[in-house]
């Protein structure tokens, strides 16, 4: 059982999220890592990845992603450290999406992989998995978690994947 201090922070979790999940249509303003302060409209902390140098708010911060060969688009906002090292350790139904940082041939980029959409239960936050091509074999997209669990089986694996301390808020908003 957690302790006191740790549960305070996993409700302020969960309290920060619910409000989110409402209003998840509207992503909230976002900054990089590395300000100095941490601003109230960021998540726990989180930043926006990739080119979050300006500030993005609304639909202009969504990202596309593949479920089961569909495209849809989510919010991409990263938790800080410490958010990120509470919900792994008290979180057991974080979702999980697919990455591969290397992307693809002719510089075109990877689209990410998600393993759930909304439905009953479902958890908008994903902890990343990255995805490497191994050697002879050639970067492709990937698009189903099926797909990519498929590719690291077996004993010839097409890909390898490394489960990474990144945990995202990735609610998803249309397709």
Not at 62 to 73: G, Q, R
Not at 94 to 109: E, M, W
Request: overall charge negative.
């Amino acid at each position: 059982m957690p302790n006191t201090k740790t549960m305070k922070k996993i409700i302020a979790i969960v309290a920060a999220i619910t409000g989110l999940i409402g209003a998840s249509c509207i992503a909230p303003e976002v900054q990089p890592q590395n300000a100095q302060a941490a601003s109230s409209s960021n998540i726990l902390g989180g930043t926006m990845t990739g080119s979050s140098a300006q500030k993005l708010s609304g639909n202009a911060s969504a990202i596309p992603a593949y479920y089961d060969s569909v495209i849809h688009n989510i919010h991409f906002v990263e938790f800080s450290q410490s958010a990120e090292a509470i919900l792994i350790a008290n979180n057991s139904s974080i979702n999980f999406i697919y990455q591969s940082d290397n992307g693809l041939p002719n510089s075109q980029p990877f689209i990410s992989v998600i393993d759930a959409i909304p439905g009953p239960g479902m958890n908008p936050i994903w902890r990343e998995v990255q995805i490497v091509f191994n050697a002879g074999f050639t970067a492709r997209q990937l698009y189903s978690d099926d797909e990519v669990l498929a590719a690291a089986a077996g004993p010839h694996a097409e890909i390898t994947l490394t489960m990474t301390n990144e945990v995202y808020q990735c609610p998803v908003v249309g397709h």
